[in-house]
């Protein structure tokens, strides 16, 4: 019997994809992660308050999942005993200049209620409601038959949509999902939007046909326990600068120096990826150039500014949409205690991309997170960007990556990243032998 000292690995990102990926080897290798950031976790960002001797878990960017869009995360979950909350789902639409508020409930109305109840106030409101409706059965049809493979605005033209339906109801639906400006939705493959209503269900992030939890306590809990299992050695505040990849190792700088280590798995966004690997091989670049991200800001807070008027519809998920200066603004907010399902004295909100100033007392805390804008290019390359981990080195993982069990059109969310990492762990291993 040989005993083999087990290889070096640097795992450079500590998100869903680099956890993952260092999850997945903790068995065989001696792991190193490199975080930039002061804590582990990328989009698992809990901020911790306390409220009368209470902490609180708020999440302030990864906060729902549910067993059949994330299985591989649920399953993790379980490994970990990582506490599951049931999430009760809803939402609420609502416009700050016209006053219309329109939610969960009404979906599940007939056309005559609605008229009914909105026609005269808002006499738009019956054709979004109309065609919401079209959207998710043609949609799903759509999808099926493979005529969905195109942009979401080629899409919606050739199936004459109104422009009422695209600003009242799926930007503001896109724009909460994949965190990126109004302007770039109509860029997202239709195919990649369908597939997450059809997995989501009509109401997107607040469908309530969809057994949702969240993680108790947040979602640190389980990076906690992920980073329990691993034992690595942790270098938070330590960013990689550059990586190298040589016929025996892999050279990783950062501030304080090199070190070589048998492999690496550089898990962070495919822009940052790109500028770290000095010598990609041709199918990493092919994998990496040219995909974009886009940023939003994340302000967690407890000004009620940028909540539906009337409290009643205050539901867990709030997509609004305002005028400044001529312009229109979507954003989201997040009601904490009702997503995240706990009481507490206080009202807790995350709102993405503010449109106009909260109330500076009111905020906690404020973050940049930024998204891979999915096009149809990025999701053309999801057929051969597996490919990328053939052979060399060091291993790429994000969520740029498709989740393998879920299919092309699964980009983008926790679920990728985890797969993603788990599979640039699996790749490492058969090579390892």
């Excluded at 969905?148 to 050739?158: I, P, V």
């Excluded at 892999?250 to 550089?266: M, R």
């Amino acid at each position: 019997m040989s005993h083999h000292t087990p290889p070096n690995i640097a795992v450079i990102g500590a998100g869903p994809a680099g956890l993952s990926a260092a999850y997945h080897l903790r068995d065989r290798a001696r792991i190193t992660v490199f975080e930039r950031e002061p804590r582990p976790g990328g989009h698992a960002n809990t901020v911790e308050v306390e409220e009368n001797g209470r902490v609180l878990g708020l999440d302030t960017a990864f906060i729902v999942f549910n067993q059949p869009a994330y299985p591989r995360l649920t399953a993790f979950f379980e490994e970990l005993g990582v506490e599951a909350v049931p999430h009760p789902g809803g939402f609420t639409f609502f416009d700050l200049d016209s006053g219309l508020e329109f939610g969960t409930d009404d979906l599940e109305l007939d056309e005559a209620s609605i008229r009914e109840r909105y026609a005269a106030r808002y006499p738009e409101f019956p054709t979004v409601w109309r065609e919401a409706r079209r959207f998710q059965e043609e949609g799903r049809r759509d999808f099926v038959r493979g005529r969905a493979n195109m942009s979401m605005g080629e899409y919606l033209d050739r199936n004459g949509y109104s422009q009422e339906f695209r600003h009242s109801y799926l930007i503001m639906l896109c724009s909460a999902v994949w965190s990126v400006p109004a302007e770039l939705v109509w860029e997202i493959p239709a195919a990649t939007v369908i597939a997450f209503f059809v997995g989501h269900g009509e109401g997107g992030l607040g469908g309530r046909r969809v057994d949702w939890r969240t993680v108790g306590g947040g979602s640190i809990a389980y990076v906690r326990k992920a980073l329990a299992a691993i034992g690595p050695d942790l270098r938070v505040s330590e960013p990689a600068t550059a990586v190298r990849q040589e016929a025996d190792g892999v050279v990783v700088t950062t501030a304080s120096g090199t070190e070589t280590f048998d492999y690496a798995v550089v898990a962070t966004h495919a822009d940052e990826a790109f500028a770290l690997l000095e010598n990609p091989t041709d199918a990493q670049r092919s994998a990496l150039e040219g995909i974009r991200y886009s940023s939003s800001r994340a302000v967690l807070h407890t000004d009620p500014a940028l909540m539906p008027t009337s409290r009643e519809s205050w539901l867990a998920w709030n997509y609004g949409k305002v005028q400044v200066d001529g312009e229109t603004h979507c954003f989201v907010t997040y009601y904490l205690n009702k997503l995240q399902d706990f009481t507490a004295e206080n009202d807790y909100f995350v709102v993405l991309d503010p449109p106009r100033e909260l109330d500076p007392e009111s905020v906690i805390a404020e973050f940049d997170y930024t998204h891979p804008v999915i096009d149809v290019a990025v999701r053309e390359r999801q057929s051969v960007i597996y490919q990328a981990n053939e052979g060399p080195r060091v291993k790429l993982a994000g969520s740029y990556f498709h989740s393998k069990q879920l299919g092309p059109d699964l980009i983008g969310s926790h679920e990728a990243a985890f797969s993603s990492g788990a599979d640039a762990a699996a790749q490492l291993l058969s090579e390892l032998g």
